[in-house]
């Protein structure tokens, strides 16, 4: 009878720290499951920036692109006038 009380003591010791184990792995898995949840939002943040940042580059580009046609534009003008002062000082200088 001594025999068989000692193993349902032992038996009793060893669930016990079965379920002191589960609890631990239970209380990981919530951590770990609160990190991946924080991880996935920064993640979310940061794809928002990057699509904020594209944006602005993008926003940039047209920018420029509409800055060198201006340029363009001022340039070939001021060749049209320069040419244009340059013949009728050619004009004026043959009378």
Same mark, same amino acid.
């Given at each position: 009878? $001594? $025999?068989? !009380?000692?193993? @349902? +003591? ?7 720290? $079965?379920?002191?184990?589960f609890e631990e792995i239970r209380? *990981? @898995? %919530? !951590? +770990?499951?609160?990190? &991946? ?5 920064? !993640?979310? +943040? &940061?794809?928002?920036?990057?699509? %904020? @940042?594209?944006?602005? &580059?993008?926003? @940039?580009?047209? %920018?420029? *692109?509409? *800055?060198?046609?201006?340029? %363009? ?6 060749e049209e006038q320069l040419a244009s002062g340059r013949n ?5 200088? !043959?009378?």
């Amino acid at each position: 009878m $001594a $025999a068989g !009380s000692a193993e @349902v +003591v032992k038996g009793i010791d060893i669930t016990n720290t $079965a379920g002191k184990s589960f609890e631990e792995i239970r209380t *990981n @898995v %919530q !951590s +770990v499951t609160y990190e &991946i949840g924080q991880i996935s939002e920064t !993640s979310k +943040v &940061i794809s928002e920036h990057a699509n %904020q @940042v594209a944006m602005g &580059i993008e926003s @940039v580009l047209e %920018q420029t *692109n509409e *800055n060198r046609a201006i340029v %363009q534009n001022i340039s070939s003008t001021t060749e049209e006038q320069l040419a244009s002062g340059r013949n009728s000082s050619i004009s004026r200088s !043959s009378y």
